[in-house]
């Protein structure tokens, strides 16, 4: 660390709702990619943690949620600074988790309960890359027929874990991958097929 | 580091700066979009866990807002955590655009959030609706905000919450499936016309806000997001697109829309749904479009070919 502080969003308000945007159409429909473009200027954050998943972060998480992240001590200062999350140790605990190495298991996680499934977890994961048009056949609701989506730089064993979360609908959690300034999601509906 | 640092979230004096710029006509003294930061994002969380769980009902802090209940706080609250400087909003009360509602909301709108307005909805990229869906068919990529009364379907069957949360933990709907027998045993049909609940993703049931029985096929597998905000109740939920939203029936008393069998008297339309005015004191009456944007489309079309 070398002691000094990258900007968080140039134009706070703004810039939050650009990229919720971008979320809030990821989420509604599953695989196909957002770009996060035309920030002014484009997020700096410390490495590892990538343009796109430290804005969804400025954007959505706050003093109100728990973040668990692997990034180290500066992504974590830097978040602590912006955002004002608190940030937590243990992955049951937080409501958003961002993953730049190996996440933990997903099942580990908060899942909500029967009564109150939204009281669970975003899980964010930076991959090396997203791709649209091959990779996973996705389906389920926001996809008209099918989606295909190539995610490169995933943890072994990731389709069998998502299998299981999905079974555990309405209880589960849900995940943005994030490649760079590149965005989408997979919320707990979607079902995967490798292709 | 030359460039400045700021706390993203803190808002003061990024709010401040943003206060005094903006498109003209946007008045000053308030964040953009009329609500604070902190809101917009414990909102802004609530709409990505309901879409997530598609017609799931997730509470939200309501905030106080400049108009009473029932004249729509809950989506306002949707559309403001929503809407930025790229976005066209058209807002209706039972279709039409030019009711007290539906002017005060798009003014609103465009003084706090500087939005451009339209009453088109081919033209709008986020329409606020009281009771109605459009009869244009809406399109991918636009997003439909409803304001809702009573979220809960099941609250005249069941009024104490925790009841009902519980049975929808267990997806256990059989209450609503008794009401509509008994009104198929007392009425011959199923005499709900408005409000008619539908389940959504084969999973949740759901109330579609007091919209007409006609308009719910509507919902099924409709290409743009579908969000719904309860003020007073506290409540958001949502439907992403393309998702099964089904009104409940029985084999042998399949769902049917209800319409007034009749014309309408400027129009002529026999496909949209129809508003009873009644014209004098001696029984006259007429059948007119409750969508004013279709309505005076399909006029000015009728006039353009004669």
């Not at chain 1, 589960?172 to 997979?186: K, P, S, T």
Request: charged share 20%; glycine share 10%; aromatic share 6%.
């Amino acid at each position: 660390m070398t002691g000094t502080l990258t900007a968080g969003f140039g134009e706070p308000v703004l810039d939050a709702q650009r990229c919720f945007r971008a979320v809030l159409d990821a989420m509604s429909r599953p695989g196909r990619v957002q770009r996060l473009a035309g920030l002014s200027p484009p997020l700096a954050p410390p490495a590892p943690l990538g343009a796109a998943a430290a804005a969804v972060l400025l954007t959505l998480s706050d003093a109100d949620t728990p973040v668990w992240l692997d990034a180290g001590a500066a992504a974590e200062a830097w978040l602590r600074f912006h955002a004002g999350a608190p940030i937590v140790a243990a992955p049951a605990e937080a409501a958003f988790l961002l993953a730049s190495g190996p996440p933990p298991a997903l099942r580990d996680l908060a899942q909500g309960t029967d009564e109150e499934p939204h009281r669970s977890a975003t899980l964010i994961l930076e991959v090396a890359a997203l791709e649209e048009g091959d990779g996973w056949r996705l389906t389920g609701p926001g996809i008209e027929h099918a989606h295909w989506l190539r995610v490169t730089g995933l943890p072994e064993g990731f389709a069998a874990a998502w299998q299981g979360n999905r079974a555990r609908f309405p209880c589960g959690i849900d995940l943005l991958l994030c490649a760079g300034d590149r965005l989408a999601a997979l919320p707990r509906t979607t079902a995967l097929e490798i292709g | 580091m030359t460039a400045p640092i700021r706390s993203a979230q803190g808002g003061a004096p990024a709010g401040v700066e943003h206060r005094n710029r903006g498109p003209a006509g946007q008045i000053s003294g308030y964040n953009v979009g009329y609500l604070d930061e902190n809101t917009k994002r414990m909102i802004r969380r609530a709409l990505l866990k309901a879409v997530a769980i598609p017609g799931h009902q997730v509470p939200f802090g309501s905030r106080e807002m400049p108009l009473p209940y029932g004249w729509g706080t809950g989506g306002i609250q949707v559309t403001a955590a929503v809407i930025g400087p790229g976005d066209t909003l058209k807002v209706i009360d039972q279709g039409a655009d030019d009711t007290t509602n539906a002017v005060s909301i798009r003014r609103f709108f465009a003084k706090v959030a500087g939005v451009a307005t339209t009453e088109r909805t081919a033209a709008a990229s986020i329409i606020q609706t009281r009771h109605r869906i459009p009869e244009t068919p809406l399109r991918e990529g636009q997003v439909l905000v409803y304001q809702v009364p009573m979220p809960e379907p099941l609250f005249r069957l069941e009024p104490r919450v925790a009841e009902t949360k519980r049975m929808h933990a267990l997806a256990d709907y059989s209450l609503m499936h008794v009401k509509l027998y008994e009104d198929i045993a007392r009425h011959g049909h199923i005499a709900t016309s408005y409000n008619y609940p539908v389940m959504v993703g084969g999973r949740y049931l759901m109330s579609p806000s007091p919209i007409p029985s006609f308009d719910n096929p509507k919902m099924h597998r409709m290409p743009a997001l579908q969000l719904f905000g309860a003020g007073r109740e506290k409540r958001i939920y949502a439907v992403p697109p393309y998702t099964d939203v089904r009104s409940l029936d029985f084999e042998d008393h399949p769902f049917e829309p209800i319409r007034a069998d009749a014309a309408c008297a400027l129009c002529g339309s026999r496909e949209s749904y129809l508003d009873e005015v009644v014209t004098d004191d001696a029984g006259g009456r007429m059948f007119v479009c409750s969508d004013t944007d279709y309505c005076t489309t399909r006029q000015a079309g009728r006039e353009a070919a004669e």
